[in-house]
């Protein structure tokens, strides 16, 4: 059985780790939390309302893409496929000194 783990964390701490059953509910809770914490740290910030940004979280995308480095006036928000299995999402505010990450990993239960 495949299980999905996502680890969410700032440069100064860890935020909390949570496992999904389907790949694509595990990139709407990076994406959700992304969001969240990206209005959190710039006013206004609106960079995860955009469609292209919000296609980055979608399976279709990560069949055809392995990496993403997007700039905008919000900040630098960039994807990596670290292994066949593993991505790291990483997203730092403009005039900030920390940044938020974001791993997904595929993982393989045993019965």
Known sequence: MKIYL???STNH???ENKAFKTF???LKYIYDNFKTLSVESVKDCDFFDREYVQKYFS???FNKFNK???KSTYGEFVIQKKSSKK???VFKPINQDYFFVGELEELELLD
């Open 6 to 8: 996502v680890s969410l």
């Open 59 to 61: 399976e279709e995308y």
């Open 24 to 26: 694509g509910n595990s």
């Open 87 to 89: 991505y790291q999402f």
């Open 68 to 70: 993403v480095n997007c």
């Open 13 to 15: 701490f860890e935020l």
